[in-house]
């Protein structure tokens, strides 16, 4: 099915580990998105991309790096991870303008 | 800057009763595109609505519609004739045109419980 595919789904890194995030979508959408989601903040958008091989920083981009060097993936790495980043973490996919998204169906991440 | 408020942390309602979710809005650009999505239990974020700055009529999606009233930025869901499937959070969000790779900024979500 078209989508929006986010792997893994689950993890457990331990405080000072790396990882990296992938999204991946068939649709052919220019615009990919990272958003963490908290308990009583909503969503909060990290890191965005308008085209392959631009990246920008959305609200809350420290500890994060993304990249996007093919249209239909973009990830999202955690160089040494802490334990605020515990959190959910959603990709979403666009087109421009002010279409809606298309919603991975989110990483749980737990950082020990 | 943009910003998207919903003031009810949690609503609760019977089943079969209709439900009003507030959010207000607040941008400067006049072109924007407001957005209702549900997250059940399961996580997945599920798109209900869409309203447009300059559409004339209220959006409507079966048991969802949209009270736009753009003079006071309000951008309420209202659901006709709750189901307990409608147990979720729910989150308004806006996208603003014209602003390459602008983000749909999210409001911090009500939780919505039904009870039969």
């Known amino acids: 099915n078209a989508g929006v595919t986010q792997t893994p789904k689950f993890r457990v890194l331990k405080t000072g580990q790396s990882m990296t995030l992938l999204c991946a979508q068939d649709?052919?959408?220019?615009?990919m998105y990272w958003y963490r989601q908290d308990p009583g903040m909503g969503l909060r958008l990290i890191h965005y991309?308008?085209?392959?091989?631009?990246?920008a920083k959305g609200e809350v981009p420290d500890g994060y790096n993304v990249s996007r060097l093919k249209k239909q993936n973009f990830l999202l790495g955690l160089e040494s991870a802490a334990p605020s980043q515990t959190s959910v973490y959603f990709c979403?996919?666009?087109?421009?303008?002010?279409?809606?998204?298309?919603f991975g169906s989110g990483t749980r991440l737990t950082v020990v | 800057a943009q910003k998207i408020t919903q003031t009810q942390p949690g609503m609760f309602v019977q089943e079969k009763e209709a439900v009003t979710l507030d959010c207000t809005y607040d941008?400067?650009?006049?072109?924007?595109?407001l957005f209702w999505y549900k997250q059940p239990s399961s996580g997945e974020m599920i798109f209900l609505i869409y309203?447009?700055?300059?559409?004339?009529q209220n959006a409507t999606e079966g048991r969802y519609s949209l009270n736009f009233q753009k003079a006071r930025k309000s951008a309420n869901l209202v659901i006709s004739a709750s189901q307990l499937g409608d147990s979720a959070m729910y989150f308004c969000a806006m996208r603003v045109f014209g602003q390459a790779g602008t983000a749909l900024i999210f409001g911090k979500g009500t939780t919505l419980s039904v009870s039969s």
């Open positions: 991309s308008v085209g392959e091989g631009t990246t």
């Open positions: 941008t400067s650009d006049p072109s924007y595109g």
């Open positions: 649709m052919n959408h220019e615009y």
């Open positions: 309203q447009g700055s300059y559409d004339q």
């Open positions: 979403a996919s666009s087109y421009e303008g002010l279409s809606g998204y298309t």
